[in-house]
């Protein structure tokens, strides 16, 4: 059992900007498994947000090479790790480059209706933006924002939708408070609206329960589904009053198994299941297509931002995605 790492450096179309910054490239890396003949392959989506750094990838390599070579098999590797032998990302893409050719053939007549972002832009880079990404092919558009304009930007990107087309605004946490945030949903067309994600600090818990409170009591005609606060960690009661769903990430979660685990425990406690991703090729985007009858809504438009995808996994027909082509791990052996 051998293990190889390389960086995958990514330029992106555009200037990626949150809430909480921006970037025009993104460093992953491809993490290869290797054992009788057998090669694997899983992508690392560092995110500084959650302590994610080159030098802790670099360390949880080493740590992977000196645990695993005292293994003979993936079940001795498995039963030595615990939940914080490494970050999510890496355990993500090792359980990743364990996948079998036969679970990767599950996905292949697969189709995904994703989303597509729109990063905090310029009020005059919109109409640009909006052609180039052909975001009238898509149901459901995903707004980025913070406190500064919001209200009108989102206004300006309502004119441009077909009467079919719906937002899920992602807040990334930029609202302080309560009051704030209600002052922006009053300044909106809510009905064009299917959810809002994260408008608040993952910290602020009594804040989601206050909001969720007068949602349920009618009060509110929204939805809210919760990103931040989700990462490795089981999901409880508590979340049932904080949202309506929650957004799992393969890098949040520290791989599909866990992940799988996870929406178990969602869907038992009645919440909606979303699956996000980073900005990651569709090496790391093509595992959900695995988990699409177990899910509510897709958010997988991270390796449209990419200039330089090299894996070309993925295919797009309007707003689904889908495997370009039956897929096997022994192809991913070019790059």
Same mark, same amino acid.
Not at 162 to 177: G, M, P, V, W, Y
């Given at each position: 059992?051998?293990?190889?790492?390389?960086?995958?450096?990514?330029?992106?179309?555009?200037?990626?900007?949150?809430?909480?910054?921006?970037?025009?490239?993104?460093?992953?890396?491809?993490?290869?498994?290797?054992?009788?003949?057998?090669?694997?392959?899983?992508?690392?989506?560092?995110?500084?947000?959650?302590?994610?750094?080159?030098?802790?990838?670099?360390?949880?390599?080493?740590?992977?090479?000196?645990?695993?070579?005292?293994?003979?098999?993936?079940?001795?590797?498995?039963?030595?790790?615990?939940?914080?032998?490494?970050?999510?990302?890496?355990?993500?893409?090792?359980?990743?480059?364990?996948?079998?050719?036969?679970?990767?053939?599950?996905?292949?007549?697969?189709?995904?209706?994703?989303?597509?972002?729109?990063?905090?832009?310029?009020?005059?880079?919109?109409? #640009? +933006?909006? $052609?180039?990404?052909?975001? *009238?092919?898509? /149901?459901?558009?995903?707004?980025?924002?913070? %406190?500064?304009?919001?209200?009108e930007f989102v206004n300006l990107v309502e004119t441009f939708?077909?009467?079919?087309?719906?937002?899920?605004?992602?807040?990334?946490?930029?609202?302080?408070?309560l009051n704030e945030f209600l002052e922006f949903t009053q300044?909106?067309?809510?009905?064009?609206?299917?959810?809002?994600?994260?408008?608040?600090?993952?910290?602020?818990?009594?804040?989601?329960?206050?909001?969720?409170?007068?949602?349920?009591?009618?009060?509110?005609?929204?939805?809210?589904?919760?990103?931040?606060?989700?990462?490795?960690?089981?999901?409880?009661?508590?979340?049932?009053?904080?949202?309506?769903?929650?957004?799992? #990430? +393969?890098? $949040?979660?520290?791989?599909? *198994?866990?992940? /799988?685990?996870?929406?178990?425990?969602?869907? %038992?406690l009645g919440l909606e299941v979303m699956i996000g991703c980073?900005?990651?090729?569709?090496?790391?985007?093509?595992?959900?297509?695995?988990?699409?009858?177990?899910?509510?809504?897709?958010?997988?438009?991270?390796?449209?931002?990419?200039?330089?995808?090299?894996?070309?996994?993925?295919?797009?027909?309007?707003?689904?995605?889908?495997?370009?082509?039956?897929?096997?791990?022994?192809?991913?052996?070019?790059?």
């Open positions: 059992m051998k293990f190889f790492l390389k960086e995958l450096p990514l330029n992106l179309k555009v200037d990626w900007k949150i809430s909480r910054g921006s970037s025009r490239q993104k460093l992953n890396y491809i993490l290869f498994h290797e054992q009788e003949g057998f090669l694997g392959m899983g992508e690392i989506a560092p995110n500084s947000y959650y302590g994610d750094s080159p030098q802790k990838v670099q360390k949880d390599f080493e740590k992977l090479n000196l645990i695993s070579s005292n293994c003979k098999n993936i079940d001795d590797l498995f039963s030595q790790l615990n939940d914080n032998t490494f970050t999510n990302s890496f355990m993500s893409a090792l359980v990743q480059s364990f996948i079998s050719k036969s679970d990767l053939e599950n996905a292949n007549n697969v189709k995904c209706q994703t989303s597509q972002s729109i990063p905090i832009l310029d009020f005059s880079e919109f109409e #640009k +933006f909006f $052609k180039q990404f052909n975001l *009238k092919d898509f /149901t459901y558009i995903k707004v980025k924002i913070d %406190k500064n304009n919001s209200a939708l077909a009467t079919h087309q719906k937002l899920r605004i992602d807040a990334n946490e930029s609202f302080l408070n300044k909106i067309n809510l009905s064009k609206v299917q959810f809002f994600e994260q408008p608040f600090s993952a910290k602020n818990k009594q804040t989601y329960i206050d909001l969720f409170t007068r949602v349920k009591s009618n009060q509110l005609p929204m939805k809210i589904i919760l990103d931040e606060n989700i990462t490795h960690q089981a999901i409880t009661e508590d979340y049932q009053n904080m949202a309506h769903g929650v957004n799992f #990430k +393969f890098s $949040k979660s520290g791989g599909i *198994k866990n992940l /799988t685990h996870q929406i178990q425990q969602a869907k %038992k980073m900005i990651e090729t569709s090496l790391g985007i093509s595992q959900a297509l695995l988990l699409n009858e177990s899910v509510d809504y897709f958010d997988l438009d991270g390796f449209f931002f990419i200039e330089n995808e090299p894996f070309k996994l993925l295919s797009t027909q309007q707003d689904k995605i889908y495997l370009s082509q039956p897929f096997s791990q022994t192809q991913l052996s070019v790059y």
